[in-house]
């Protein structure tokens, strides 16, 4: 059965270092979301992919955070400089496309803790 | 905006018990719901989806949710609980257009009592 592969499963970082997320969606999902989930509550959409273009990135902090799907494929999530308020999960998810009622595929996550 | 409202942060429940988790959202048109599981250190498990057909969905694991637009809900319920079914469970609401981004509830943790 196909999955959204994610990687590392665990980061523990430092304060103000850099670090970077990786997902590979299901093949043939041309739709990728990064969601940021605090421990508590439920997912927040930090930025949405349509192929390789950004069609909503309104929540994700510009400042520290950048995210990128170059090829359209796999993607990047980065926090340079990482701050304690970061620690959370990052979820990575895909979907078919862009459509009312599509279901959204999740991986297993990458759970950040900064000290 | 849209909005997802999530009663009870915690449930406890017997097995073999009725399972009610309460799920209501805001939004001026009818919406796609969506009830997702997540089980510890795990990514979101799609349980059942409500997209404008029947008003009475059926998902997996016995579980389904009705769509009730007059009470802007749509709680979740199993018969009778199972202790594989502790774990956290999601409502989320999407957009109609646009981007048909999720909105995600605070989530209820339920734990079902041997």
């Known amino acids: 059965e196909a999955e959204v592969a994610q990687s590392p499963r665990y980061k523990i970082t430092e304060k103000s270092q850099a670090v970077a997320f990786w997902c590979d969606p299901i093949?043939?999902?041309?739709?990728l979301y990064w969601y940021r989930q605090i421990l508590g509550q439920g997912p927040e959409l930090l930025v949405q992919f349509q192929d390789e273009s950004v069609v909503d990135d309104s929540q994700l902090p510009k400042d520290r955070f950048s995210a990128e799907r170059l090829k359209g494929v796999d993607s990047t999530l980065k926090i340079q400089p990482a701050e304690l308020g970061d620690s959370a999960m990052y979820l990575c998810?895909?979907?078919?496309?862009?459509?009312?009622?599509?279901?959204?595929?999740f991986g297993p996550g990458t759970r950040l803790t900064v000290l | 905006a849209q909005s997802v409202t999530q009663l009870g942060s915690h449930v406890s429940v017997s097995e073999g018990a009725l399972v009610l988790l309460r799920c209501n959202y805001s939004s001026s048109v009818p919406p796609y719901l969506f009830w997702y599981v997540q089980y510890p250190n795990q990514g979101l498990q799609l349980l059942l989806k409500?997209?404008?057909?029947?008003?009475l969905v059926k998902g997996i694991n016995g579980f389904e949710a009705e769509f009730k637009k007059s009470e802007t809900s749509f709680h979740l319920t199993k018969p009778s609980a199972h202790m594989s079914d502790a774990a956290e469970y999601f409502c989320a609401v999407s957009e109609a257009s646009g981007t048909y981004k999720y909105i995600f509830g605070t989530g209820t943790r339920l734990k079902v009592l041997a």
């Open positions: 998810a895909s979907s078919l496309g862009l459509d009312g009622g599509v279901e959204q595929f």
């Open positions: 409500y997209t404008s057909a029947a008003t």
């Open positions: 093949s043939g999902h041309a739709t």
